[in-house]
């Protein structure tokens, strides 16, 4: 609050003052000598009523100057009483805005020194040479025992290699059994084209022996009479005897 300007008297008024206070003390010391005359008595006395008045005046100033002072002092003392009150309540609302502050860094710092666990626990999975090497890192993070980290580290690997042979084992019998399955159909294929060929072959024996069979007189020799052209032209009978003997023979 800026104080407020003092009020000040003209200039003129400062130098009237001062010239009737100095004439009031002469004609006080001329009267304190002797009588003073009518005309000196009457400027005493009107120098001495415009000294009331003014300090009437002065009074009744200073009397309002009083009561605004009161009232400004009044409105100062409400202000301070608000602006106290304002700020215990501004604390009492601080104190929870702090505690919360306090805690998120708190919470802050304890999730930067989880990130570098993290990251320290990454830098051993990446650096090691092993799956168990790396299992077990993660292990003693999550809270084992670094001797039992390395013993679960050992058993991992253990565990890993014999899956490894297993694995590898497994590989190499799918390898030669689908080796054999291809062996068996390229011998199953070789085999039905060997059977298809026997069948083709037989099947034209069958059709050649057909025809031979249709070719075959049906008649018998003649046992009575004169051999004729049908039956004995070119000797078809004794070729026809022999062929059927040897088909007989064949079929036996």
Do not use: F, W
Request: net charge positive; charged share 30%.
């Amino acid at each position: 609050m800026s104080p407020r300007p003092q009020q000040r008297a003209p200039k003129g008024h400062t130098r009237d003052r001062t010239d009737r206070r100095a004439v009031v003390d002469v004609l006080l010391a001329r009267a304190q000598r002797g009588a003073l005359t009518t005309a000196e008595g009457a400027l005493l006395t009107e120098h001495v009523r415009e000294e009331q008045r003014l300090a009437d005046a002065t009074r009744r100033a200073m009397a309002g100057t009083t009561r605004a002072l009161a009232r400004h002092r009044e409105a100062a003392d409400a202000a301070i009483i608000e602006a106290e009150q304002r700020a215990e309540a501004a604390e009492q609302h601080l104190a929870p805005v702090e505690a919360a502050l306090a805690e998120t860094r708190r919470r802050h710092h304890a999730a930067c020194q989880r990130v570098d666990q993290l990251l320290a626990i990454l830098a051993r999975v990446r650096d090691a040479h092993s799956l168990g090497d790396a299992l077990a890192a993660v292990a003693e993070h999550d809270g084992l025992p670094p001797a039992a980290a390395r013993v679960h580290a050992r058993i991992l690997d253990r565990a890993n290699s014999a899956e490894a042979r297993l694995a590898e084992q497994k590989r190499d019998h799918d390898i030669a059994l689908a080796t054999a399955m291809e062996r068996a159909r390229h011998l199953g294929v070789t085999m039905q084209r060997t059977a298809d060929h026997h069948r083709d072959r037989v099947k034209a024996a069958e059709q050649r022996l057909a025809a031979v069979r249709d070719a075959l007189p049906d008649e018998p020799r003649p046992r009575l009479g004169l051999p004729n052209d049908l039956a004995y032209a070119h000797g078809r009978h004794d070729l026809a005897d022999a062929v059927r003997d040897a088909l007989d023979r064949a079929q036996l």
